[in-house]
């Protein structure tokens, strides 16, 4: 099982950024793939962004490119998600998802194995 924990968001106004961090206590992430995933009320749990074990290859919803930027912090153990220019349409619950097998990544829901409980990401107009 493995835990991941989620930081970083809170209350931006329109134009703002914010840094999400994606961690797992006491341990590295490098060995797994990991997707960014947000959810608003009453709508379908969609990808952002991802980025893959191998290269460390990213990917990106049309919606955030040029936008948000997915690293990871070697110094820190974790996996970021930068967002700018946050808009109100990026409001959501931001979650990080582990996948042990890939190559790559991909941005659609199943094949990941491991949530985090997510971080509130709320942008004012």
């Known amino acids: 099982q493995l835990q991941l924990v989620e930081s970083g968001g809170g209350l931006v106004q329109s134009g703002g950024s914010l840094r999400l961090s994606c961690a797992t206590p006491g341990g590295t992430l490098n060995d797994y793939a990991i997707g960014w995933f947000r959810q608003a009320p009453g709508k379908k749990r969609e990808g952002v962004a991802c980025?893959?074990?191998?290269?460390?290859?990213?990917w990106y919803d049309d919606s955030v490119k040029g936008r948000f930027t997915v690293g990871r912090d070697n110094a820190k153990n974790v996996v970021y998600l930068q967002m700018n220019n946050l808009k109100p349409e990026d409001e959501g619950l931001y979650y990080c998802a582990s996948e042990a097998l890939f190559t790559g990544c991909v941005l659609y829901v199943s094949p990941y194995d491991y949530w985090g409980q997510g971080t509130q990401v709320t942008v004012a107009s």
């Open positions: 980025i893959s074990s191998s290269d460390n290859s990213t």
